[in-house]
């Protein structure tokens, strides 16, 4: 079994881009910009923001981050919105998620300008993807992407069994998996709460990306021999172990899993870093114009 080591790959990812913003220093280009807006002060939300603009400074990236309370009124986290999208300094803003429940998550995306949308949540942008158009792409999606291409793991013609369809992971996954050419040209399976006997689907799947939310939910005889296995899925329960009084779990039940598979996914350091490059990796191509011009 061979550990897919987002970290480490992350770490290689990052090293890249901070080498390019040093070529853009040196050439007087301006230096990639981020905002991030963060409505309340959700624990998990927290440290998710945290990581990210410290990813930013890491890299010699610029950031802006812009807190608003839990209370706020929709109007004016739009009116936020308007500000960042007109601000010619900043070139991609991502709006931290789940929101309060008075705020529309559909409007507040579509507030975005499509090409400031790093997160690639715009339905413009998710278009594009489906069409094999460029697109800003959703960055846990494309990081699972970058960690395939960057293990050499063949999927063309493999069984694809994706477990979950939201709109930010599964769904996008989907697409990729099945676009053509590499890494795609996989034949896709998306379950769901509704699909019948999940466990013998999971079990004819090369390649098993898991994004659920639900602890431990794969077990060791749901996966066949050698499949390839990614988890997504991260919960925070409740430890007496860590100094902190919480720890991450993913959807897979990693020591049963590992004994049976060819590469799996560590959570911590599997896809959550490499998330975190792929937004960064967006945000340069948004600083170079890469994708709108
Ligand atoms: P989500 O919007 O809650 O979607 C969960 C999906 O799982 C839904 O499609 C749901 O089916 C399906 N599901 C739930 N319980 C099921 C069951 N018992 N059997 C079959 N299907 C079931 O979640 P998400 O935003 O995609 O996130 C999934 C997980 O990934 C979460 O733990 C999240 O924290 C994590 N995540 C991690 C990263 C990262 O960077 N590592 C990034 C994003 C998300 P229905 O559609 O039928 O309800």
């Keep these: 079994m061979i ?14 881009i901070a080498s390019s913003v040093a070529g853009m220093e040196k050439t007087g280009h301006k230096i990639p910009h981020l905002a991030a807006i963060i409505v309340g002060s959700d ?14 400074e890491q890299v010699g990236f610029r950031s802006t981050l812009v807190r608003l309370t839990e209370k706020v009124q929709q109007e004016l986290l739009l009116e936020k919105i308007d500000e960042i999208n007109e601000n010619a300094d900043i070139d991609g803003v991502i709006v931290q998620l789940p929101l309060p429940a008075h705020i529309s998550e559909e409007k507040v995306i579509e507030r975005i300008k499509v090409e400031k949308d790093v997160d690639g949540f ?24 970058e960690l395939i291409k960057r293990y050499d793991i063949e999927t063309s013609g493999k069984h694809c069994v994706i477990l979950g369809r939201s709109n930010i992971v599964g769904k996008p996954m989907a697409v990729l998996m099945a676009r053509k050419g ?3 040209d996989a034949t896709v399976t998306v379950c769901h709460s509704r699909t019948k006997d999940i466990h013998e689907v999971c079990r004819q799947a090369d390649i098993l990306i898991v994004a659920m939310g639900k602890a431990e939910f794969v077990t060791g005889d749901m996966v066949k021999d050698g499949a390839v296995v990614i988890d997504v899925g991260i919960t925070r329960v ?7 009084g919480w ?22 350091g599997g896809v959550g870093p490499m998330t975190i490059a792929s937004l960064l990796n967006n945000t340069m191509k948004a600083a170079k114009k890469e994708i709108y011009g």
């Design 3 to 16: 550990l897919l080591d987002g970290k480490k790959i992350s770490a290689q990812i990052k090293s890249e």
């Design 43 to 56: 624990g998990a939300s927290e440290t998710y923001v945290a990581h990210k603009v410290k990813a930013c």
């Design 122 to 145: 715009h339905p413009v942008n998710v278009g594009r993807l489906v069409i094999n158009q460029p697109a800003y792409i959703s960055a846990t999606p494309n990081g699972i992407i």
């Design 182 to 184: 590499y890494p795609g």
């Design 238 to 244: 409740k430890s007496v172990n860590t100094r902190s």
């Design 247 to 268: 720890k991450l779990m993913g959807d897979v039940k990693f020591d049963e899993v590992a004994l049976k598979c060819s590469y799996i996914t560590p959570v911590p």
